[in-house]
């Protein structure tokens, strides 16, 4: 089971170009976002320690 298949603010599939990776601030857990997300600047819960990030 892959953490990268898909957006951790919306729980869209991450198939499509501009999508981004980064590990949590907190815990380094991968967080993944889609292109919608990250250009609406959709926050984000780490669902590992649950932080909460813009
Ligand atoms: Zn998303
Ligand atoms: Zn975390």
Same mark, same amino acid.
């Given at each position: 089971? +892959? +953490?990268r298949?898909?957006?951790t603010s919306c729980n869209?599939?991450?198939a499509?170009?501009?999508s981004t990776w980064f590990p949590c601030p907190v815990c380094a857990h991968e967080i993944s976002r889609c292109y919608?997300?990250?250009e609406q600047?959709?926050?984000y +819960?780490?669902?590992?320690?649950g932080f909460?990030?813009?």
């Open positions: 089971m +892959t +953490t298949d898909r957006c869209a599939t991450l499509e170009e501009g919608r997300c990250r600047s959709i926050g +819960t780490c669902p590992k320690c909460q990030g813009p």
